[in-house]
């Protein structure tokens, strides 16, 4: 069944690309073309915004309120590690820009769009300068409040706390492990909740907007059976 106008999708992909991404770059670009093509195959009314960060520039562009089959694949020219982690900052610049689109879709009544902000990063923050973390946490939890669902994967950190230190929700925080094959996971553990997302009514995306992984991690879930074995 075709999906209704007002349960339209807005996906925000944040995407890090400071130097510790370097040894992983081909898995991070392998594993967001994968999610980008599945989105693409998926039902119903979608746009995404997707945006690389690092200390060089905490906020760079790579498609704005795009189709998920109009988005360009990620390539090694495109992506390329290097610099901090200026999380806070890539944050902050994102949620503003996405206010803004909300307000000039309102403004031309347009049809209002269920807001996803997925951060995909492997490090600490480490080097904002516009928004510190009391900033961060303000922001994320008035959005969240409006609705929006938040998620976060993170490595090599606990990401349950880091996520706690912005507002976000533990059943929407999800530790991967920086190698090939668990990347792989992470993106489909992904790219599977975001399509359960989509298939979502508006209502049942809000009532589930603090359990975007529905209970199943699995990224996380292998790297516990591998410190297990």
């Known amino acids: 069944m075709e999906k209704k106008i007002e349960d339209r999708a807005k996906i925000w992909f944040l995407l890090d690309r400071s130097g510790s991404m370097g040894s992983v770059a081909e898995d991070v670009i392998g594993g967001f073309n994968y999610f980008l093509a599945d989105q693409a195959t998926q039902a119903g009314e979608c746009r995404m915004t997707v945006v690389q960060f690092d200390s060089e520039d905490p906020f760079e562009l790579i498609a704005d309120g795009k189709k998920p089959d109009d988005v360009p694949e990620?390539?090694?020219?495109?992506?390329?590690?290097?610099?901090?982690?200026?999380l806070y900052d890539a944050m902050g610049e994102l949620i503003k820009r996405a206010d803004k689109r909300i307000a000039k879709r309102a403004k031309a009544e347009k049809s209002?769009?269920?807001q996803l902000v997925v951060v995909f990063t492997d490090g600490l923050e480490n080097d904002s300068h516009?928004?510190?973390?009391?900033?961060?946490?303000?922001?994320?939890?008035?959005?969240?409040?409006?609705?929006?669902a938040f998620v976060f994967m993170g490595a090599n950190q606990d990401s349950y706390a880091e996520g706690d230190k912005i507002g976000l929700d533990d059943g929407n925080v999800q530790?991967?492990?920086?190698?090939?094959?668990?990347?792989?996971?992470?993106?489909?553990s992904m790219n599977r909740a975001t399509s359960?997302?989509?298939?979502?009514?508006?209502?049942?995306?809000?009532?589930?907007?603090?359990?975007?992984?529905?209970g199943?991690?699995?990224?996380e879930l292998e790297m516990r059976r591998r410190k297990n074995r």
């Open 112 to 114: 209002a769009e269920d």
């Open 130 to 148: 516009r928004y510190d973390r009391p900033k961060v946490f303000e922001l994320v939890k008035k959005r969240q409040d409006d609705g929006w």
């Open 216 to 219: 199943l991690k699995e990224a």
């Open 175 to 188: 530790n991967y492990a920086s190698d090939s094959a668990n990347i792989a996971m992470a993106y489909q």
């Open 196 to 214: 359960e997302f989509r298939g979502k009514s508006s209502q049942q995306r809000v009532a589930d907007k603090a359990d975007f992984f529905g």
């Open 74 to 86: 990620l390539n090694d020219s495109v992506y390329q590690p290097r610099g901090l982690t200026p």
